[in-house]
């Protein structure tokens, strides 16, 4: 391995904070989590968060007078402060808690969309986007007419953006787009595309559920006009996400949702929504999951995302550097340099599932798949691909024993080059 990156970036005495990696798996092998793309592990501090609530201040939140509602209610909204902060928005109000980042991006194609998009009007995405990032604009663009365009890539797995006036235009309406690939790694240039959306007249809609858990997120410096993101991918639980959306864009977007909490006023046959944020937060909210999402802001914020992505740079370069030197490997996605901290692979042989099982069995968790990028994989011309992902509490040592057992995998599957005797 390089020297270079030798060491890992923050201590490994953060790895007591989180219990589930204290185990071992079939049989007597120590548990490698390389799997945090997909969700990662939590610390201690935000499972106590968690459990506090259910135990100590459990109610429904902005209904009650009592001493329980209030402590939740307070629970709730400073874990959205936390949020304002963590993102750099300017109010809190512009930060509603969603389900996930799935559901964020579902209430902006949802409610902006249908008010905003017409027949003609072009949606402007690219083939490294998750399902997640395609399917609500897709359903956009069949209730409405709009039409569905690309921002081609690279050979190396990044946004070409040479070819950006040729399908940016004055009739595209939204730019939707990934901040950080989940299959590739790419990062993506969030500010040079916002600026060019807004020259167009676009808005542009970032889904930032692979880079907020990583890194340092400022909306105002960067000037989207929505975020998205999850809590469970960031140390926090499942069930919460967070939309971002500039105050103007939100206070003119009709509710996605109709039930209790989200109206101003209810007659017979007719209502008047709240105000922001309760108007897109219709129903029983995620009342302690909020709480667990604002420990794992305070627990991230502590340590510092600038440390974070530095550890995951080494991890990452760590790897890309071990995984090069595995003959008939393909790496996919650009150079480190160009990426975050995950690294998607294959091998001629075997399949990316078989792969996957059969590092499982050294007690290493990476992903196999098309990792909800089916259409980036079709485009490659592969079907599936196994993906390792690294966050803080992974080690150097961890990246090494995954390129070793990815290259005992290679050898057992090496072709042997016997030729077929003549019949």
């Known amino acids: 391995m390089p020297s270079v990156v030798n060491s890992s970036l923050l201590p490994e005495s953060l790895r007591d904070d989180f219990p589930i990696l204290h185990q071992t798996v079939h049989g007597e092998r120590p548990l490698v989590f390389l799997d945090s793309a997909a969700s990662s592990q939590r610390p201690q501090q935000v499972i106590d968060a968690v459990s506090r609530v259910y135990e100590h201040d459990y109610a429904n939140v902005h209904r009650g007078i009592h001493v329980l509602s209030e402590r939740s209610t307070d629970a709730y909204e400073a874990a959205r402060t936390k949020v304002q902060k963590f993102i750099g928005a300017k109010y809190d ?21 249908d008010a905003n998009i017409k027949a003609g009007d072009e949606i402007l995405l690219n083939p490294m986007e998750h399902h997640s990032n395609l399917v609500p604009w897709f359903q956009l663009a069949e209730r409405t007419g709009a039409v569905i365009k690309h921002i081609p890539l690279t050979d190396d797995g990044r946004l070409d953006l040479s070819q950006l006036d040729d399908v940016l235009t004055e009739k595209t309406k939204v730019v ?6 989940n299959t590739l790694g790419t990062v993506n240039p969030i500010a040079e595309l916002a600026r060019r959306a807004h020259a167009v007249g676009a808005v542009i809609l970032v889904d930032a559920a692979q880079s ?14 929505f975020l998205a993101f999850s809590g469970h991918k960031m140390c926090g639980p499942s069930g919460i996400g967070v939309l971002y959306g500039k105050e103007s864009l939100l206070s003119a977007m009709p509710p996605f949702m ?4 989200m109206i101003g006023n209810v007659a017979l046959d007719s209502f008047t929504p709240a105000g922001l944020p309760s108007k897109f937060e219709a129903g029983t909210p995620p009342i302690a999951q909020a709480a667990g999402l604002g420990a794992a802001i305070d627990y991230l914020s502590e ?4 440390k974070v992505a530095a550890h995951e740079h080494a991890l990452v370069e760590r790897a890309y550097a071990g995984l090069s030197e595995i003959e008939g490997i393909k790496i996919l996605g650009p150079s480190p340099e160009h990426r975050a901290g995950l690294v998607s692979f294959v091998l001629h042989q075997p399949h990316a599932h078989d792969i996957a099982q059969l590092v499982d069995q050294r007690g290493i968790a990476v992903r196999a798949g098309h990792h909800c990028t089916q259409p980036l994989h079709d485009s490659l011309g592969i ?4 993906r390792a992902s690294f966050y803080l509490y992974n080690t150097p040592a961890e990246v090494d024993a995954l390129v070793e057992a990815i290259q005992e995998v290679a050898t057992m599957f090496k072709p042997t080059g016997r030729k077929r005797r003549p019949q």
């Open 176 to 181: 939707a787009v990934t901040h950080v690939s």
């Open 383 to 386: 079907t599936a691909s196994t």
């Open 258 to 261: 109709g039930g209790g909490s």
């Open 93 to 113: 109000h512009e930060c509603i808690f969603t389900g996930g980042t799935t559901a964020s991006i579902n209430a902006v194609a949802r409610s902006w969309g």
């Open 303 to 306: 340590i510092g995302l600038d």
């Open 212 to 225: 907020a858990p990583h890194l340092a997120i400022d909306v105002l410096a960067l000037d989207v006009d």
